[in-house]
């Protein structure tokens, strides 16, 4: 049995929570928000995000943030992403050296164009960081549905660790070493997911959104090897696999923001609608300076900038990304002749 506390009491957070619970660990649930506390300590369900899910009796609910980080073996990042460096700063000064720390947020801060756990490396450099990822919705994952993961660490060593925690008979987990392609994959497919719920939102076919995926995912992978990422991991469940899912679900909160702005609402309605972060709206600016930093042509996420930011019509954005110049898909294939 692990001491596993959770930092951020959303629905992700708290469908990982009764797993690790179900899983025979002492799990701890922490919220900066004493609404939320509250709500999970009298009806031991979070009404808003997972209704109709219990939390198992074993679950502690914790305000204090120093006791619920004291003598953890894993402490999760499961706070939203614009909110992963200030809770980080929150317990830089008890947080004990080797402390494993396992991120579950997907972003890429503004400013520094950094992923996640760097931010959590930078601020905490003694711990020892790793990320969950993969193609997995908190509704589904918090009501047993079989689903897939990947773990990435610095080391073999704590991200077997990782695996033995979270592994349960119907959540399968692999490890990889790759932990900038997995932290890329799993912030650059939200954007990727807005652009297909905008397709959805217009009515448009299978054909288009089988399309967008494909290059979107295209995208990813030119970017992510350009930061030294590996090819492989985008061809894995944080990558196509994650995308897939977020792509084509009616639990994606970017894919219903996408849906919503292809029917013609703004994005601020779109966001007071969900109202929920929508981290593809947070990620694309930062995905597009990412782009221009690293000279990689990404043409999809240059148009979801500019319907987001730049009041473009979706209908121009499409046409514009169907019009470009003709190219060869991948130019490091050869001709034989």
């Keep these: 049995m692990r001491n596993v506390t ?3 009491a959303g629905s992700w957070g708290t469908a990982l929570a009764i797993l690790c619970a179900n ?3 002492k799990v701890t ?11 999970l300590r009298t009806n031991r369900e979070h009404k808003d995000r997972l209704p109709g899910v219990k939390l198992p009796d074993s679950i502690e609910i914790e305000g204090d943030l120093e006791k619920a980080c004291t003598d953890c073996d894993v402490l999760v990042f499961s706070v939203a992403s614009p909110f992963v460096r200030t809770t980080a700063e929150r317990i830089k000064s008890f947080v004990k050296e080797g402390q494993v720390i396992v991120n579950v947020a997907k972003g890429i801060e503004d400013g ?35 689903t897939t993961v990947v773990v990435g660490a610095h080391t073999e060593k704590t991200a077997t660790f990782v695996q ?15 932990m900038i392609g997995i932290e890329l994959g799993g912030s650059l497919k939200n954007v990727i997911a807005l652009a297909a719920g905008i397709l959805d939102g217009m009515e448009m076919g299978d054909n288009t959104k089988a399309a967008l995926m494909t290059r979107g995912i295209a995208e990813i992978a030119r970017l992510g ?41 703004t994005l601020e309605e779109a966001k007071k ?29 240059e148009q979801i900038n500019a319907i987001l930011f730049d009041n473009k019509p979706p209908k121009q954005a499409m046409a514009d990304l169907l019009e470009r110049d003709k190219v060869v898909e991948y130019k490091s294939l050869k001709w034989d002749r």
């Excluded at 929508?278 to 930093?293: C, D, F, H, R, S």
């Design 273 to 301: 609608e969900i109202n929920q972060v929508i981290e593809g709206v947070n990620t694309a600016q930062a995905a597009m300076n990412l782009a221009n930093k690293y000279h990689v042509t990404m043409p999809i996420v």
């Design 23 to 25: 899983n025979g660990h």
């Design 6 to 8: 959770f930092l951020g």
């Design 112 to 146: 520094t164009l950094l992923t996640l756990c760097d931010i959590i490396s930078e601020v905490l450099p003694k711990a020892d960081v790793a990320v969950l990822s993969g193609p997995s919705h908190a509704e589904e994952v918090s009501k047993g549905v079989p």
């Design 225 to 265: 090897v350009e930061l030294g990422a590996q090819i492989e991991t985008f061809t894995g469940l944080s990558g196509i696999g994650d995308l897939i899912v977020t792509c084509t679900s009616v639990h994606s909160r970017n894919h219903n923001c996408g849906y919503l702005l292809g029917k013609g609402k």
């Design 164 to 178: 033995d925690v979270f592994m349960a008979p119907n959540f399968r987990v692999y490890t990889s070493p790759d």
């Design 29 to 39: 649930i922490w919220s900066a928000v004493e609404s939320e506390l509250d709500m």
